[in-house]
């Protein structure tokens, strides 16, 4: 079964500096996708970012970017210029080849505090 | 284009009564994603359903629990004579299609058992 680690429970970040959240996973397929998930207090599930394993190219969204390491089976998330409104929970999540449906794997979490 | 649709927001129910929990998808999504965030965990994937079927529901409990998605109308997901256990976050996500396509989520429903 896949699993979906995040060593983290907890960051703090000084605002405009940059952070970043960690999370390795384990599965034995060649195909998949690899999520990151914000929730702040309303709980809404916001995606920050995305990324196919068969593209070698790290996945960049603005301020957000990752740092894809396949055969490391890792998949870290950097946070630039930290600003308040990026306070909140972090997921990392795992999807099987999207032929089985969208069902995501998560990880248990980092909670990331920014700092004024 | 309003977004999936839960509700209620906050349910309270005492221990044996049931639970009833709704997702209305994102217009022309036709498949549904119920996961359930246990306090100070990540979210666990429960069932996957498209209109009127159930395509994988590994993630349910044998017991008390079952999901719907009918034709018309919104998912439900149903917890029967529920438990302190039971109380968690219930998320609902759609998606368009299987593959390749984002799932949104819904804000949510919380569930406290007393």
């Known amino acids: 079964a896949q699993t979906v680690t995040q060593s983290q429970p907890e960051m703090s970040v000084q605002e405009a500096e940059t952070v970043t959240l960690s999370c390795t996973y384990d599965?034995?397929?060649?195909?998949?996708?690899l999520f990151w998930y914000k929730q702040p207090p309303s709980r809404q599930m916001i995606l920050v970012i995305r990324?196919?394993?068969?593209?070698?190219q790290n996945a960049t969204e603005n301020r957000f970017s990752v740092n894809f390491q396949k055969a490391a089976k890792s998949f870290s998330l950097k946070i630039s210029d930290s600003q308040l409104g990026d306070a909140a929970m972090y997921f990392c999540?795992?999807?099987?080849?999207?032929?089985?449906?969208?069902?995501?794997?998560f990880g248990a979490g980092t909670i990331l505090r920014v700092k004024s | 284009n309003a977004g999936v649709m839960q509700n209620p927001r906050h349910l309270v129910r005492r221990r044996g009564q049931e639970a009833r929990l709704r997702c209305s998808p994102m217009?022309?999504?036709?498949?549904v994603y119920w996961y359930r965030q246990l306090p100070e965990e990540g979210l666990k994937f429960m069932v996957y359903?498209?209109?009127?079927?159930?395509?994988?529901e590994s993630g349910m409990p044998k017991e008390r629990f079952s999901a719907e998605f009918p034709k018309e109308g919104p998912s439900i997901l149903r917890i029967q004579q529920v438990v302190r256990g039971d109380s968690a976050a219930y998320f609902c996500?759609?998606?368009?299609?299987?593959?390749?396509?984002?799932?949104?989520f819904g804000q949510g429903t919380r569930l406290t058992v007393v």
């Open positions: 996500a759609s998606s368009l299609t299987a593959q390749n396509t984002e799932a949104f």
């Open positions: 599965t034995s397929e060649s195909d998949y996708y």
């Open positions: 990324q196919e394993a068969y593209k070698q």
């Open positions: 999540a795992y999807c099987r080849d999207m032929e089985y449906g969208n069902k995501l794997v």
């Open positions: 217009k022309g999504h036709s498949h």
């Open positions: 359903l498209q209109k009127e079927n159930i395509i994988d």
